[in-house]
């Protein structure tokens, strides 16, 4: 489908989400990180968790006082491999990326780290963080619980978050191997995608209290809210396609994220308190790097990733498919397209872009004014 939104320039609205994150409280090295991962996200086409989420996840929580602009970051434990960090409510990317930082330097000494963030908030894509692994030639593992929002097999009540669970390794090509997506169909952020542009939500994606499907975008949200309606794990309602094995997959995250940490988890991280006023989601994240040079060599491992990765694209394709893809590579052709055209930026964007610039007063003209 040809792009019809304009394309913004990726200095221009890199600069202005900085400004405009510092504005809000965050220091600015803090800023420039927040505003990387959630412009990666648009570089890799994955509207849901980039400029898309910025007013709406942060700035807004912040401004509720659910999100604290300074992160005050706690070392739990430490051992040579592993480590446990209290976010103390701060931006969760910004533990994230020092928690990255920490088990990467492990990693290189020891071959293996892992560790584990209680009290934090939203990590932006679970993908950032095992990218950094891959960069230093790493392989990544991450995960995070969420706000409850999908339902067990068989049941209809919103219990678990979307919770993903991500995987990148380097390979002989131009881009990773990375599988970065959520444990239940469709996930909370593809659904504010969908409202934004005025599309249903595919069937079979989301059930009612009642056991029925929704494709109401608008009316999902808002019965999600008040919790009369969840997110279906991967395979979907009931055993016949399956839809136990994401469930199972979606509980592996909820336990690690919580457990590892000793932090909340289901209907604890709904960010409401009893009397129904806005809370601290307090979300618990988990990430794993493994060092190929401690096995059979770094370039051993790319030179199989990518030779497994070539024979699964050249596989014989079904009728009518133009071509088989791996994980990572149409996020890798996605940057390759915007590059230089800079980032897509829809009307719901635009109108949060200058009313923030107005706010602030900010020197910044947008190509989409008139």
Known sequence: MEETRPFVDWKLVHDFMVDVFVKYGVPREDAEICTDVLLESDRRGI???????????????????????????????????????DANNGMGMVASYRMMEMLIEKAGTYGMAGGAIMNSTHYGIAGYWTTMAEKAGMIGISGTNARPSVAPT??????????PMTFTMPTDE???FNLDCATCIVQNGKIEFYERQGKPTPEGCVISETGETMTDSGKILKDMRAGHAALLPLGGPGEETAGYKGYGYTTVVEILSAALAGGPFLKALSGVAEDGSPQMYRLGHFFFVINPEFFMGLETFKKTAGEICRGLRNS????GAERIYTAGEKEHLAWLDRKDKGVPVGEAIQKEFIALRDEFNLPYKFPFEK
Do not use: Q, W
């Not at 007013?55 to 434990?77: E, M, S």
């Not at 014989?316 to 009728?319: D, I, Q, V």
């Open 154 to 163: 068989f049941g209809v009540e919103p219990m678990m978050g979307t919770n």
């Open 174 to 176: 131009p881009f990773p």
């Open 316 to 319: 014989k394709k079904a009728p």
């Open 47 to 85: 509207e849901s968790h980039g400029c898309n989420r910025f007013k709406p996840i942060y700035l807004d929580r912040i401004k509720t006082g659910t999100l604290l602009p300074v992160t005050k970051i706690d070392i739990v434990k430490e051992t040579p491999t592993t480590v446990v960090m």
